[in-house]
């Protein structure tokens, strides 16, 4: 893997003579860009962690909250706290 060269081992194989291969490289970069941002928002929510993974991982069936995450517990100790 290298960057410089536009270069990838796996599945996505871009070579930097390839026909636009400039356009896969850029529309990896903005892949990744997403992906690096979907980290940072989870970082910084207030929302149940736990629920936040479910739904990136497809379930969006429960919203109920875990109770334990640090956003839970830190809801549920200001609570307590009033
Ligand atoms: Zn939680």
Redo the contacts with the bound molecule.
Sequence with gaps: MGYGAARQNGPYIVKADAPEWDKIYTARVRKKTEDVLKVYRFSETDR????EISKYFGDSGSNK?????D??LTRHLSLVLQ
Aim: aromatic letters at 0%.
């Design positions: 149940c962690r736990m629920n909250l875990c109770e334990i995450c956003n839970c």
